[in-house]
């Protein structure tokens, strides 16, 4: 696929092919680049535009980058688009979310397998009704990865929406009722957490054939405070760096065994 308004470099990210690994952490936060990318072997600034940062390094002697992808599905699909352009495969969602389930605790992981798609991006590539999932790869590696760890996870669907004030103020939105019955529904469905970019990214991942998946920090759990439960606030991601690191391993490991 040609790239669009550049001949040389990608229009969004400025990196071409060569610049990245085809193996890729996707955070949103671009100031959480640097620490992520410390985590490889001799990495590199490789490009630096708007919300997206990129570092390229080593994993155990592959090349692995690691690149930001801002807040929301457009900026998300942007990035994922223009890594697969220079020819990256292998993705892994490194973000924060807010839990929704009463046992989804603060400082707690999620491994997403699927996403509610709350989300419009995805509409643009894919009808509805196609459903958000993670790569069965990846969501494995995640699984190994935290159980190996000792962190406390949980796995199944997170709820994927485009705005964040209508999840925590929908009080205050013209279509509060409409917000406030799908919220309860999926509550009642038992999406563990809240998020803003993995059902956009599972989808545009589905459509150009290459394997994705998340893993989250609970940073809160609104449930809970409105149960009048403690509710723990985690703001500290090393944990869940740590895990998608480990996993981004084993499937280079995997992959190299069966190529």
């Known amino acids: ?3 669009a308004y550049s001949p040389n470099e990608e229009f969004h990210l400025k990196i071409k092919p ?3 690994g085809s193996y890729v952490i996707l955070p949103g ?6 620490h992520i990318a410390a985590y490889l072997e001799n990495p590199q600034k ?10 390229t390094g080593t994993l155990d002697g592959v090349k692995v980058s690691v690149v930001s992808t801002g807040i929301g599905g457009p900026s ?6 223009e890594l697969i352009h220079c020819g990256a ?5 490194v973000g924060t979310s807010g839990g929704m389930q009463p046992e989804v605790l603060g400082g707690d992981l999620v491994i997403a397998t699927g996403a509610v798609r709350m989300d419009g991006t995805g509409t643009e590539y894919a009808p509805i009704e196609y459903p958000a999932t993670a790569h069965f790869d990846v969501v494995q590696a995640l699984q190994q990865a935290a159980a190996q760890s000792g962190n406390r996870f949980h796995i199944g669907v997170v709820q994927c929406k485009d705005s964040f004030y209508g999840q925590h103020e929908p009080e205050n939105m013209p279509v509060s009722a409409v917000l406030k019955q799908k919220w309860d529904a999926w509550l009642g469905c038992g999406a563990l957490a809240s998020e803003m970019e993995s059902a956009t990214l599972f989808i545009v991942a589905a459509v150009r054939r290459v394997r994705i998946g998340s893993i989250l920090l609970v940073l809160g759990n609104q449930t809970r405070r409105a149960m009048g439960l ?3 606030q985690v703001h500290d991601t090393t944990r ?20």
């Open 1 to 3: 696929m040609a790239t």
């Open 18 to 20: 060569g610049d990245i």
């Open 29 to 34: 936060d671009r100031g959480r680049c640097r």
């Open 46 to 55: 490789i490009a630096e535009n708007r919300e997206f940062t990129t570092y």
């Open 76 to 81: 998300a699909a942007i990035a994922l688009e």
């Open 89 to 93: 495969h292998t993705f892994i969602r």
């Open 230 to 232: 403690e509710d723990i």
């Open 240 to 259: 869940c760096i740590e895990t998608a690191i480990a996993a981004m391993r084993l499937l280079i490991a995997a992959d190299q065994t069966n190529p």
